[in-house]
C-alpha cells in the first residue's frame, strides 16, 4: 500500500501547491511511483503539472461518475502521475455536507490505486472544511509548509489543533509527518525570529531544509513543469530535491 501524504495549510500563498508538485516530482525522479491528487477546486496543482482540467477529474471520481483509470492522468515526468481539479470541486463542499460518512469520499475513491503507487501527494484548498477533513482521513502523514512570517505562527497553532480532532474522532492514525519552511529569506530577523520559534515548540516534528524565495518556483507553474524539468539548476529546485530526499528517508 502507498502513503499518502496530505499538504495543508488554511493560509493562502504559502507555497503549498508548488511544494506538492515539487515533493510529489523529486520522489518520482527517485525512482518511486507518485500519484499526485488536485484536491483544489482552483486546479492549480493540475495545471502546473502541465494536465488539462478536462473531464473527469476527482469531482467526477468521488461522485462515482468514473474510475481511478479513467480520471488519472500522465504528466511530462516518469513516474508521475495526476488527478486533476476543476471548478465543479467546489460545489463538492455544499454536496457532501448532508451526506452520510461525507469524510471519507475521497479515501474510499483512491483506495483503488493505493496498491500500485508508493505515494500519493493530496493538495487541500486553503481552509479547512470538509474537503480538508476528506484529504485528513484519507492521509496517513499531513505535512505543513509555513511561510516566515508572524501570522503564520497563530495559523500553525489553529491546524495543528484541527488535526488532532481529525485523530480523534475520523483518522486515529493520521500522523504529523512535518513543518518545512517556505519562502524563506535569510536577510530578515523576522524569518530567523520565526523558524526559531517554531523549532522550540515542534523540533520533532521540523524538517532540516527550508525553501528559499525564488523566481525560478514562481515561473515554472506557467510553464506546466515541476521545477525538476523547468530549471534544475536553481536554488529552488536544489532545495526541493533535499527536502524529497528528507520525505523519503522519514520513511
Do not use: W
Amino acid at each position: 500500500m502507498g502513503k499518502v501524504i496530505t499538504l495543508v495549510n488554511q493560509k493562502g500563498g504559502v507555497g503549498k501547491t508548488t511544494s506538492a508538485i515539487n515533493i510529489g516530482a523529486y520522489i518520482a525522479e527517485a525512482g518511486k511511483k507518485v500519484l499526485l491528487v488536485d484536491f483544489d477546486s482552483q486546479g492549480n496543482m493540475s495545471s502546473g503539472v502541465g494536465v488539462n482540467k478536462k473531464k473527469p477529474t476527482v469531482y467526477e471520481l468521488m461522485a462515482g461518475q468514473a474510475s481511478c483509470d479513467e480520471a488519472i492522468k500522465h504528466t511530462a515526468l516518469t513516474n508521475l502521475d495526476v488527478i486533476s481539479a476543476s471548478i465543479d470541486l467546489s460545489a463538492a463542499a455544499i454536496e457532501l455536507v448532508g451526506l452520510e460518512n461525507r469524510e471519507f469520499y475521497l479515501k474510499n475513491a483512491i483506495s483503488p490505486v493505493r496498491d500500485r503507487y508508493d505515494y500519493i501527494i493530496i493538495d487541500c484548498p486553503p481552509s479547512l472544511g470538509l474537503l480538508t477533513l476528506n484529504g485528513l482521513a484519507a492521509a496517513d502523514e499531513v505535512l505543513v509548509p509555513m511561510q516566515c512570517e508572524y501570522f503564520a505562527l497563530e495559523g500553525l497553532t489553529l491546524l495543528l489543533q484541527t488535526v488532532k480532532n481529525v485523530q480523534n474522532s475520523i483518522n486515529k492514525d493520521l500522523k504529523i509527518g512535518g513543518i518545512f519552511f517556505t519562502m524563506y529569506d535569510s536577510r530578515t530577523k523576522l524569518a530567523e525570529q520565526v523558524v526559531k520559534e517554531v523549532i522550540s515548540y515542534f523540533k520533532d516534528y521540523v524538517f532540516n531544509t527550508m525553501i528559499p524565495r525564488n523566481i525560478r518556483l514562481s515561473e515554472a507553474p506557467s510553464h506546466g513543469e515541476p521545477i525538476c524539468l523547468y530549471d534544475p539548476a536553481c536554488i529552488g529546485a536544489k532545495s526541493y530535491k533535499k527536502l524529497a530526499e528528507e520525505v523519503i528517508s522519514r520513511g
